[in-house]
């Protein structure tokens, strides 16, 4: 029996909705500035250019339906993103046999230090100090391609304190998630349990403690998180 220098660290999981079962995480890969609309008002030039992805850890996803305001920043924003769950990997997936490694779809926020991002940026340096920290990406459970299909269209919605502040459609996004699948699978060897988080609709803005995030995607329904 193998012995560990130290406490084994949990398995990340997310709920199936509907079973009992978990489904255990790998990695999360990001894409960024996947809608025209939000590389715009991020000051950049929506043309279809090769897609960039940075990422989160596996522990940065919660479900706990709270998110607790980080330090060191004084601009939180939300982006309302669908996630992808992957059951099946490999290298160099063909876009046409990239839906056959999908295990569901789930509702994620990819919460951003939109001032520490700012500043790396100006710096040259990695996003990880604005994005990948703890409970920075809240998400509920994902829902089985063997019951809901394939979304690839369908509204998306987020609200804070009833007003909304994102909307869009999947349809909308410039690399669609087979596209995704295949080129992250050209410079990663993909495996099960990877997560993908499809891009961000216009209208990213901040939050404040106390605020009630409320994201819905057509197909996917609704997660609701607070913010403490």
């Known amino acids: 029996m193998t012995q560990f220098a130290?406490?084994?660290?949990?398995?990340?999981?997310?709920?199936?909705?509907?079973?009992?079962?978990l489904f255990p995480v790998r990695r999360v890969y990001c894409i960024g500035r996947n809608y025209a609309a939000h590389a715009i008002e991020m000051g950049h030039d929506p043309d279809r250019e090769d897609p960039f992805f940075f990422q989160k850890n596996p522990n940065n996803l919660d479900t706990s339906g709270t998110?607790?305001?980080?330090?060191?920043?004084?601009?939180?924003?939300?982006?309302?993103?669908?996630?992808?769950?992957?059951?099946?990997?490999?290298?160099?997936?063909?876009?046409?046999?990239?839906?056959?490694?999908v295990f569901g779809y789930g509702l994620s926020l990819d919460m951003t230090r939109r001032d520490l991002q700012g500043i790396a940026k100006k710096?040259?340096?990695?996003?990880?100090?604005?994005?990948?920290?703890?409970?920075?990406?809240?998400?509920?459970?994902?829902?089985?391609?063997?019951?809901?299909?394939h979304p690839d269209a369908g509204r998306v919605e987020l609200k804070v304190n009833g007003e909304i502040r994102?909307?869009?459609?999947?349809?909308?996004?410039?690399?669609?998630?087979?596209?995704?699948?295949?080129?992250?699978?050209?410079?990663?060897?993909?495996?099960?349990?990877?997560?993908?988080?499809?891009?961000?609709?216009?209208?990213?803005?901040?939050?404040?403690?106390?605020?009630?995030?409320?994201?819905?995607i057509e197909g996917l329904g609704n997660l609701i998180v607070t913010v403490s």
């Open 6 to 21: 130290i406490e084994t660290p949990p398995v990340v999981t997310l709920p199936v909705a509907g079973q009992d079962t």
């Open 67 to 101: 998110f607790p305001y980080p330090p060191h920043t004084s601009d939180v924003h939300h982006e309302a993103e669908m996630l992808v769950a992957l059951k099946t990997g490999g290298t160099n997936i063909p876009v046409e046999k990239a839906l056959d490694h």
């Open 123 to 149: 710096a040259g340096r990695p996003w990880e100090i604005g994005k990948a920290f703890e409970q920075s990406a809240p998400c509920g459970p994902l829902l089985p391609a063997s019951e809901i299909g």
């Open 166 to 216: 994102q909307e869009g459609d999947l349809n909308q996004m410039i690399w669609k998630v087979p596209e995704m699948i295949s080129y992250l699978s050209e410079y990663f060897e993909l495996a099960p349990g990877d997560v993908i988080l499809s891009g961000t609709p216009s209208g990213v803005g901040p939050v404040s403690k106390g605020d009630t995030m409320e994201l819905s």
